[in-house]
């Protein structure tokens, strides 16, 4: 485990999703929790600043 990682907002393991989310491996909303598994070239979670 890299402990160096704690000091940074964790963020939406979504690929192509730069939205923070709250605890480590979380996902920041229903859409990518439900497209995790597929390889999106950008992400369309709707949330601001994400998805361009
Ligand atoms: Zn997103
Ligand atoms: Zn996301």
């Known amino acids: 485990m890299d402990k ?3 000091n940074k907002s964790p963020k939406c393991p979504h690929k192509g999703c730069n939205c923070p989310v709250e605890r480590e491996g979380e996902y920041c909303g229903a859409y ?3 497209q995790a ?12 600043g994400c998805g361009h």
């Open 32 to 34: 990518c929790e439900g």
């Open 4 to 6: 160096k990682m704690d």
């Open 37 to 48: 598994d597929k390889a999106m070239a950008k992400c369309e979670c709707d949330h601001p």
